[in-house]
């Protein structure tokens, strides 16, 4: 069997049998602000704890490859953002600070006092904004291929041309975005299948009205704000501008995933948690 194929193999069995041995507490709160309930799974234990927030239209299982890996050593939290997977959907306005304030409420049920956030695409605006607003409580930043360039804007009439076509056609136009911006040329065809089979069957108007509001938020602000270090896992498929990001925050560094997609935790499982690890080594150190 040829090394290529041993790592398919080994991609398959993370993809589809790390939901099979996970265990753990799964619970709820509800957030203060519009009563809609979030869903959460915790286990092991350790500290810091490892927070994971997923990506737009997806959920907690984002992240399976990665949970008994790490819950050997420290306690994972895991939740549903509003509007996915088992959490709510009933929330009357969407934005990135809502859903900082759904992970940070998160983090006060369970009172953590010493937090690692590690958030993918959305996840990551989504963590920036959880750390400005709950500063004594995070003790690093985790970006899983976003905050590539905080200054970038997308144009208007652009986002307005993108989101016609999803609300024209949800299923074929996402297809296809998906198919022209977030696969690479090496990422697995499970993967593939998985992550369009997941985002196709969301409720669409739902699915692009949180669309709208992650692409409203300005990251750079934020940004400036969080003290703490900033440790981005980004695929080099979309350029990581460090000079642009440490502007506003000095602290910021990434490292890159050659030839990953934009979901690098599921693409190469093995590589991406020997980077997640080597990470938490150094923040663990950097805060003793």
């Known amino acids: 069997m040829s090394s290529e194929s041993r790592l398919l193999l080994l991609t398959l069995f993370f993809i589809f049998a790390a939901p ?16 809609v309930p979030i869903h959460y799974s915790v286990q092991g ?18 992240w399976d490859n990665q949970v008994p890996v790490f819950a050997k050593n420290h306690q994972v939290v895991t939740l549903d953002l509003p509007g996915h997977g088992e959490s709510g959907q009933g929330r009357k306005t969407w934005s990135v600070e809502s859903y900082a304030d759904d992970v ?8 953590l006092k010493r937090v690692i956030l590690i958030g ?17 409580r995070v003790l690093a930043l ?4 976003t905050l590539h360039d905080v200054e970038t804007v997308i144009d208007p009439k652009i986002l307005e041309g993108v989101v016609k076509q999803l609300r024209a056609d949800y299923k074929v136009a996402v297809t296809g975005f998906l198919n022209q911006l977030f696969f690479s040329p090496s990422t697995p065809a499970a993967v593939k299948n998985r992550i369009i ?18 692409f409203a938020y300005r990251t ?15 695929a080099d498929m979309t350029p990581t501008n460090l000079d642009v990001n440490r502007k506003h925050a000095p602290q910021f560094d990434a490292v890159l995933m050659k030839g990953s997609g934009h979901y690098p935790m599921l693409e190469d499982p093995a590589r991406f948690n020997e980077l997640l690890a080597e990470i ?3 923040v663990q150190a950097r805060s003793k």
């Open 20 to 35: 099979l041995v996970q265990s753990g507490t799964k619970a709820e709160v509800v957030s203060a602000k519009d009563g």
């Open 104 to 111: 940070n409420a998160v983090i006060t049920k369970l009172n």
């Open 142 to 145: 985790v970006p899983v291929d």
């Open 197 to 214: 089979s997941e985002v196709t069957a969301r409720p669409p108007e739902l699915a692009v009205t949180i669309l709208e509001a992650i």
């Open 120 to 136: 993918s695409s959305m996840g990551g605006p989504i963590t920036l904004e959880a750390a400005r607003r709950m500063p004594d």
């Open 220 to 234: 750079a602000p934020a940004l400036g704000e969080v003290k703490v270090p900033i440790h981005a896992i980004n």
């Open 45 to 62: 234990k350790g500290e810091p704890t490892l927070v994971f927030v997923h990506c737009w239209s997806c959920d907690r299982h984002l």
């Open 280 to 282: 938490i080594r150094k």
